[in-house]
């Protein structure tokens, strides 16, 4: 049995199998051996398993992706017979006496480098496919899992790190839980484990030993427990159980308002990052959706979404959520969440970038035809939409002379167009501290104190190194709020918040006195804020 401790990011037991997910850096060491014969041996048996491996996924790709595209694999396995290659790795056992792991890194290294330097650029391509076989060849030889495929049985994944464009593309109904070393506690992969409702732990250093065991994931005390001795696992089914029933609990507090004793009253609405999640919205009785990532949309393609697309998915959301209200916030790439066809460059700062809305109004065509999806879905329930990263009137006035000539297009095709609110979220000091001037020009503000904190303190929110600088409850972010609400409330609109902080059990009271209007969360937060809500005086 073997205990690490890590980052809490969202409470809960998870009990299962552990699966080591995507490419382990291998640690590849030089060894001596004893046995040259022996050590050859070994490569091949691992030569033939990454061969076999390499079979599987031809056959998977050609069921999914055709044979052209497939036929990548069969190349792979072609480079593994390479005579020369495979000579190079038995010389370097037999001649050095070292580990296999050792040679055929060597051997890669070599190999890549040649084909590097050639001229044609067919030849200079395959230096990737060198590196891609001799990692695979190497991971086996350590004993790690190479494929990123989570399977058929429910997991406990361990990663490295996850990019939202993976944690989109997993089979939700197989994650028990999430532990990676990297990332931080507002990073895609924590907000993504919060609305599934599953524990989940950061800054965990993961072994390969432990792929295929028994772990327990305790997100309350932020631990990974690996191989449990009988008692602990028995207690820890306990926990289990007893954190069901409390789970269970919160939920005879489904279709209670969100009232407290005194009467006042507050929406509480669902942050989600795509229609999948539509499920745990239901199930937690959200009053509406506050806060809908459109821009996973975007990650889970290989190309930009055609208005059809959008539109499908935006209409799916109105319609499911009946009448309630869904606000759908406009693409916000770049940053953290990066996507190849848009072909961004590398920026030095990129959370200061170039990204959000900045990509909107320089690329119009990607904005209008998200905003043309979302008005024609705008017909099908009560659609609201709202821009991030705001941080000048000037902004505000182009994104409303766009929204309106695209409204008027729209008509004039004689495609029905509903009422549709339309807001900005309060994510910038700049933003925030022109708050009067921009409640003049919108329907409502949403609070995105993720970034709202990151820009305020001047802190990094994906930088896990910087946690223990990083004050949720600093002031500067509460002084904001407060000083956004009482002037969207000066002119007659409302202002909420849609960022983590909005789930703080903490600082519910304060923003209850503080008047703001909706709270949107994680879907698995509604009902402890409701409770915390109905809690208060
Ligand atoms: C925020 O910044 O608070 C927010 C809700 O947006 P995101 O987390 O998607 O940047
Ligand atoms: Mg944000």
């Not at 939700?172 to 989940?200: C, D, E, Q, W, Y």
């Not at 937690?284 to 998915?313: M, V």
């Not at 929204?403 to 729209?410: A, P």
């Not at 896990?464 to 000083?483: E, G, N, S």
């Amino acid at each position: 049995m073997e205990e690490r401790s890590g980052k809490k990011i969202f409470g809960g037991i998870a009990i299962g199998k552990i699966k080591l997910y995507g490419k382990a850096e291998n640690k590849v060491v030089r060894t001596k051996i004893e046995d040259a014969d022996a050590e050859i041996k070994r490569y091949e048996e691992a030569k033939a398993k990454a061969i076999e491996q390499l079979g599987q996924l031809y056959e998977k790709a050609l069921v999914e992706v055709g044979e052209a595209n497939a036929e990548i694999f069969n190349v792979h396995s072609m480079m593994l017979e390479d005579d020369d290659y495979n000579e190079s790795v038995h010389n370097i056992i037999s001649t050095q006496n070292v580990n296999a792991e050792y040679a055929a890194a060597v051997t890669g290294d070599n190999f890549a480098e040649v084909f590097a330097n050639m001229e044609d650029e067919y030849f200079k391509a395959r230096s990737a496919d060198v590196k891609d076989i001799t990692e695979r060849v190497v991971t086996i030889l350590c004993g790690g899992a190479e494929d990123s495929d989570i399977g058929d049985e429910p997991v406990i994944i361990v990663a490295e790190d996850l990019a939202p464009s993976e944690t989109v593309q997993m089979d939700k109904s197989k994650l028990l839980a999430f532990v990676t070393r990297l990332g931080s506690a507002n990073s895609h992969t924590a907000i993504l484990a919060r609305t599934m409702g599953i524990p989940a732990l950061i800054g965990v250093d993961r072994e390969e030993s432990w792929n295929g065991k028994i772990g327990i994931v305790d997100g309350y005390e932020g631990k990974l427990i690996i191989d449990p001795e009988m008692p602990v696992l028995e207690a820890y089914f306990k926990k289990k159980e007893a954190d069901d029933e409390q789970k269970q609990l919160l939920l005879t507090l489904k279709g209670k308002e969100n009232v407290t004793k005194s009467g006042q009253k507050i929406n509480l609405y669902a942050n989600i990052g795509n229609p999948g999640d539509l499920a745990s919205v239901i199930e937690n009785d959200a009053g509406g959706i506050g806060l809908f990532r459109s821009e996973f949309l975007y990650l889970e393609s290989e190309d930009y979404p055609t208005e059809e697309e959008q539109f499908q998915a935006y209409r799916k959301v109105v319609e499911t959520m009946g009448g309630k209200k869904v606000i759908i916030r406009t693409l916000d790439i770049g940053a953290d969440k990066q996507v190849d066809y848009f072909k961004l460059d590398k920026e030095d700062n990129p959370a200061l970038g170039y990204r959000a809305i900045r990509i909107c109004l320089t690329r119009p065509e990607i904005f209008r035809t998200q905003l043309r999806a979302l008005f024609r879905a705008s017909a099908y329930g009560n659609l609201a939409i709202m821009y991030p990263m705001i941080i000048s009137v000037d902004e505000v006035r182009k994104i409303k002379e766009i929204s309106k000539s695209v409204k008027e297009e729209l008509l004039a095709e004689g495609v029905s167009v509903g009422e549709v609110e339309e807001g900005i979220m309060i994510e910038t000091p700049a933003a925030a501290l022109m708050s009067d001037e921009l409640a003049k020009e919108v329907d409502f503000f949403s609070i995105g104190t993720n970034d709202l904190t990151q820009y305020t303190l001047a802190i990094d929110r994906q930088n896990a190194k910087l946690d223990a600088f990083y004050d949720a409850h600093h002031p500067a972010v509460l002084r904001f709020i407060q000083m956004v609400c009482d002037n969207a409330h000066k002119v007659g609109i409302w202002a909420g918040i849609c960022g983590e902080l909005g789930a703080d059990l903490e600082l519910t009271e304060t923003f209850l006195k503080m008047g703001l209007d909706e709270l949107s969360v994680s879907p698995g937060c509604i009902l402890p804020v409701r409770k915390a809500v109905r809690d208060t005086q």
